[in-house]
């Protein structure tokens, strides 16, 4: 077993090592070395996976057949990483970070072979985790995750194989609702089992009531209030069924859409600071609180949000690319700042779409704000335009000061990307009243003369004077 802590013999270079190979991790390492030859700066990197800057996001379009092949969810290969001067090692695993010895340890996946690799400048972009129950039969042939590119091929597979054509999903937030998408797509009969009352906990109830009965709607069988306890299998050792308190529910295949956790088990261990969701914590420049020379951005980090100003945790790809190019341009000597989320996500399932950004009422009551809400329904188009179609936007306003506080679509098409109007409004710190003349793009074949989001905009505002007058 090899220990050694080589470094460049000159002592002139610079070494930035990189944990993670996707989309925090390799953006920080490309945006370094645009600024900082090779000459300059070396950057070694570490994946344990098969595949790096690939979009998780896309996987469940590439199971459900809407992505023809897997390569088109890779943005960059390897080799592509290594013709820039990024000294990228596959399928090795860091193990250990000695912060104090500026070193991690580094073990090849496929040989067990390990290895010391000193830094003077350190990257932790070790994603999340998916949640994975701990109960029986959870690891059975046949029950599968989606996190990973391995994942889905792994799920494809099975789809490819099973002869059944019942499907499970546990869970309902965003990974739920699109795989229970990409398993419709493939012809199975389809039970998404869901702990809560409502799909979509991201959203209020009263909207995921609205998101519940499209979905049953569209064929899919939706058991709400339901824990999975075990997960049945038969006697070749595959899963048969999905067992609750209550009932079974038959099972060719079963797909794990639980959700995730932050991946910060290494950084736990070195003693770096994580917050109240396990996640890194950061300073606005994404460099770990406590360490001048140490960043993390990605899945693995919490956030500020900008609305209530407390920290989050929330993985998505946009924010682990604009972290690493943050991260990679402080690394190269510049200086950058990522000021935090408002927490914009959009969803669909089949021709449904969902979309949600700011705080939800449960999250402004838990931060201590007084709030009203609207709720109106509207159509994408002008009313007499060929195909205009409902949605329902939700609207929260501060009580006394009328800023908004969020907002939530259910809509189907031209109803989910609505959301970014509200997105900025939020950013900017906009008032409901101040949204209501807001110059949005008007034509019949895209927009009433009214837009939802400024019909709800106005009717928040009302609520707003009725509760101050």
């Not at 002592?11 to 944990?19: D, H, K, P, S, W």
Request: charged share 25%; net charge negative.
């Amino acid at each position: 077993m090899s220990m050694s802590a080589a470094r460049d013999v000159s002592g002139t270079r610079e070494r930035l090592v990189v944990i993670g190979g996707d989309a925090a991790g390799m953006s920080a390492a490309s945006q370094a070395r645009r600024l900082k030859g090779a000459e300059e700066l070396e950057i070694v990197a570490f994946e344990r996976g098969h595949f790096t800057s690939f979009s998780a996001c896309g996987i469940p379009y590439w199971v459900g057949g809407d992505v023809p092949d897997r390569d088109r969810l890779i943005a960059r290969t390897p080799e592509e990483h290594r013709a820039r001067d990024i000294d990228l090692r596959m399928r090795t695993e860091v193990t250990e970070i000695d912060v104090a010895g500026g070193r991690v340890r580094a073990r090849d996946v496929d040989s067990g072979a390990e290895s010391w690799t000193s830094y003077d400048k350190l990257v932790i972009a070790t994603g999340a985790r998916p949640i994975r129950p701990d109960m029986p039969g959870a690891d059975a042939p046949g029950v599968h995750g989606v996190q990973t590119l391995d994942d889905g091929q792994a799920l494809i597979d099975t789809l490819t194989r099973t002869p059944g054509r019942r499907a499970v999903v546990v869970g309902a937030g965003y990974i739920g609702v699109e795989m229970a998408e990409a398993l419709i797509n493939r012809g199975y009969e389809v039970t998404v089992v869901n702990r809560g009352s409502e799909p979509m906990s991201t959203l209020d109830a009263d909207m995921g009531r609205l998101v519940d009965e499209a979905m049953e709607g569209l064929g899919i069988t939706m058991v709400n209030d339901a824990e999975v306890t075990k997960i049945l299998t038969g006697d070749d050792g595959r899963v048969r069924a999905v067992a609750t308190e209550d009932a079974e529910y038959p099972a060719d295949v079963v797909v794990l859409g639980i959700g995730v956790r932050p991946e910060t088990t290494l950084a736990r261990d070195a003693g770096l600071p994580v917050g109240d969701h396990d996640g890194l914590l950061t300073d606005l420049a994404m460099r770990v609180r406590g360490h001048e020379n140490i960043w993390a951005g990605g899945d693995c980090v919490e956030v500020l949000d900008l609305v209530s100003g407390r920290e989050r945790h929330i993985a998505l790809g946009t924010h682990a690319n604009k972290h690493g190019q943050v991260i990679g341009t402080n690394a190269a000597g510049g200086y950058a700042t990522f000021p935090g989320v408002v927490g914009t996500a959009v969803s669909k399932v089949c021709d449904l779409e969902i979309a949600r950004t700011g705080l939800r009422e449960k999250d402004a009551r838990r931060a201590g704000l007084q709030y009203v809400t609207a709720t109106i329904e509207s159509t994408s188009r002008a009313g007499y335009y060929p195909d205009s179609a409902l949605m329902t936007v939700k609207m929260l306003a501060e009580r006394r000061t009328g800023r908004l506080l969020g907002v939530q679509i259910v809509g189907r098409e031209g109803a989910g990307k609505r959301v970014d109007v509200a997105a900025v409004a939020l950013t900017a710190g906009m008032t409901v009243e101040q949204m209501v003349s807001l110059d949005l793009g008007y034509a019949p074949p895209f927009s009433p003369v009214w837009d939802p989001v400024l019909v709800a905009a106005r009717k928040a505002s009302k609520a707003v004077n009725a509760a101050t007058s």
